[in-house]
């Protein structure tokens, strides 16, 4: 089976509930536009949604060249030239801004901010103009993630049942570029309030290999969801954390979009309680006031693990969430 690449623009599209699989059924026209049937298309026999492998962002030969300025200098393959990179990624802040960001050093609370200020002389022009691809599916993930959250806010949800697919690996990537970025500009802090560090056991080489040319992540890494409860949260848009290990170093990042959590783990130790969570194949959100679902899946190379079920409930919109059994 060859699954076909998913068109972004567009997302998400209504669906058809489905009583077996979460999402459409696989019996129904694929979302991704194909006018296939699903099952030949985007969708494997177990359920589960599948996307082809996203290219390395870098196939050519490396540069030879390192800006010391540059966090991926450890490649050796930077271009002389330093430019403002935006670790966030600046199609999606430009969208929201002005913004509300919590959890970032240079200020207490949550603060409402413009994009420019997320910006920092980190990144050679060669690394930053590779990872667009990366930043455009944030921008997506964004945008669909608060889209369902204004539906949940709304009764009657004013758009019914509707299905988004993106590829994990990219999303997860994203993450690992956002937190790398963020820690090198010197923007990720402990509750104490001190600046957080990537961990010593991680070579800066790996991590230029796994972001740009496709190196498959080290067991324990990736993007993990938990159950725990959740809450709608007034203000803030995004929301930014670390996770410390016993060295004090960062194990792990948190970012929050509105009341959806995404955590990238540089390697958990067991007990953060968090691998039975890595690679959910969906986030799967239903109201308790309505029928109504709303679902955001992701596909991996590997089989993922079970989605994850958040519920709107009364309240106070408060959003309670565990495994979906289906």
Same mark, same amino acid.
């Given at each position: 089976?060859?699954?076909?690449?998913?068109?972004?623009?567009?997302?998400?599209?209504?669906?058809?509930?489905?009583?077996?699989?979460?999402?459409?059924?696989?019996?129904?026209?694929?979302?991704?536009?194909?006018?296939?049937?699903?099952?030949?298309?985007?969708?494997?026999?177990?359920?589960?949604?599948?996307?082809?492998?996203?290219?390395?962002?870098?196939?050519?030969?490396?540069?030879?060249?390192?800006?010391?300025?540059?966090?991926?200098?450890?490649?050796?393959?930077?271009?002389?030239?330093?430019?403002?990179?935006?670790?966030?990624?600046?199609?999606?802040?430009?969208?929201?801004?002005?913004?509300?960001?919590?959890?970032?050093?240079?200020?207490?609370?949550?603060?409402?901010?413009?994009?420019?200020?997320?910006?920092?002389?980190?990144?050679?022009?060669?690394?930053?103009?590779?990872?667009?691809?990366?930043?455009?599916?944030?921008?997506?993930?964004?945008?669909?993630?608060?889209?369902?959250?204004?539906?949940?806010?709304?009764?009657?949800?004013?758009?019914?049942?509707?299905? /988004?697919? =993106?590829?994990?690996?990219? !999303?997860?990537?994203?993450?690992?570029?956002?937190?790398? %970025?963020?820690?090198? &500009? +010197? $923007?990720?802090?402990?509750?104490?309030?001190?600046?957080?560090?990537?961990?010593?056991?991680?070579?800066?080489?790996?991590?230029?290999?796994?972001?740009?040319?496709?190196?498959?992540?080290?067991?324990?890494?990736?993007?993990?969801?938990?159950?725990?409860?959740?809450?709608?949260?007034?203000?803030?848009?995004?929301?930014?954390?670390?996770?410390?290990?016993?060295?004090?170093?960062?194990?792990?990042?948190?970012?929050?979009?509105?009341?959806?959590?995404?955590?990238?783990?540089?390697?958990?130790?067991?007990?953060?309680?968090?691998?039975?969570?890595?690679?959910?194949? /969906?986030? =799967?959100?239903?109201?308790? !006031?309505?029928?109504?679902?709303?679902?955001?899946?992701? %596909?991996?190379?590997? &089989? +993922? $693990?079970?989605?994850?079920?958040?519920?709107?409930?009364?309240?106070?919109?408060?959003?309670?969430?565990?495994?979906?059994?289906?």
């Amino acid at each position: 089976m060859v699954t076909r690449l998913v068109p972004l623009h567009g997302w998400p599209k209504p669906f058809r509930p489905s009583t077996q699989h979460w999402g459409p059924s696989r019996d129904d026209v694929c979302p991704c536009g194909s006018g296939r049937r699903a099952r030949s298309c985007h969708v494997a026999q177990d359920g589960r949604w599948l996307t082809p492998r996203p290219k390395p962002l870098l196939t050519d030969e490396p540069s030879g060249f390192s800006h010391p300025r540059c966090y991926a200098r450890a490649s050796k393959d930077c271009s002389s030239k330093l430019t403002s990179e935006h670790w966030l990624s600046s199609n999606l802040l430009r969208e929201l801004e002005p913004l509300t960001v919590g959890g970032l050093r240079w200020h207490d609370g949550e603060s409402t901010i413009r994009a420019k200020a997320l910006g920092s002389n980190i990144l050679c022009d060669r690394h930053n103009r590779a990872l667009s691809p990366l930043d455009d599916a944030a921008g997506e993930v964004f945008r669909v993630l608060r889209h369902f959250q204004a539906d949940l806010r709304t009764t009657p949800d004013p758009h019914g049942p509707e299905f /988004a697919l =993106f590829d994990g690996e990219t !999303v997860e990537r994203w993450l690992l570029k956002v937190f790398w %970025g963020c820690v090198t &500009s +010197g $923007n990720v802090k402990n509750p104490d309030g001190a600046l957080i560090e990537l961990p010593d056991s991680i070579p800066a080489e790996e991590l230029t290999q796994v972001l740009f040319r496709g190196q498959l992540l080290p067991d324990g890494w990736g993007l993990y969801m938990t159950t725990a409860a959740l809450l709608f949260r007034p203000t803030a848009e995004i929301d930014l954390s670390g996770i410390t290990g016993p060295d004090g170093k960062l194990a792990a990042g948190e970012l929050a979009i509105g009341p959806f959590v995404l955590r990238f783990s540089f390697g958990l130790p067991p007990e953060f309680g968090l691998r039975r969570n890595r690679h959910p194949q /969906a986030i =799967f959100i239903r109201s308790e !006031v309505s029928d109504v679902q709303k679902v955001f899946a992701m %596909g991996w190379q590997d &089989s +993922g $693990n079970r989605p994850i079920i958040l519920s709107r409930v009364l309240d106070e919109g408060n959003v309670t969430s565990g495994p979906l059994d289906v």
